[in-house]
């Protein structure tokens, strides 16, 4: 399994970006999607997932009502939409597949990661 992550990049305060997460190598609706970040001096933390019939997606608190994570099984790719950006979402982004349901543990493939600057 391959991920590639795209779409990072810099943006002020309050601005949008997507990123987008490209799958392959297996069968992309088998898995669970997810998307995590790692600030500067910081553990990876968890930021949203979804089921792999988009049925369900989960968020960080501290991102509900800003970002949405979404997926689209034909072009194998999930994608991770953030408005309202905040300086304190600045980190590295990384795409898992295969999260877990219950307790968000990630699953063992990962992109490479895609930097988000929110800076004025």
């Known amino acids: 399994v391959e991920l590639v992550e795209s779409g990072g990049g810099s943006v002020q305060p309050g601005g949008s970006l997507r990123l987008s997460c490209r799958f392959s190598g297996d069968i992309f609706g088998g898995y669970n999607m997810a998307w995590f970040r790692q600030a500067p001096g910081k553990e990876r933390e968890f930021v949203a997932d979804?089921?792999?019939?988009?049925?369900?997606?989960r968020y960080a608190d501290s991102v509900k009502g800003r970002f949405t994570i979404s997926r689209d099984n034909a072009k194998s790719t999930a994608y991770l939409q953030m408005h309202s950006l905040k300086r304190e979402d600045t980190a590295v982004y990384y795409c898992n597949a295969g999260v877990h349901p219950e307790t968000k543990a990630p699953g063992v493939y990962w992109g490479q990661g895609t930097q988000v600057t929110v800076s004025s």
């Open positions: 979804i089921t792999w019939s988009a049925d369900d997606t």
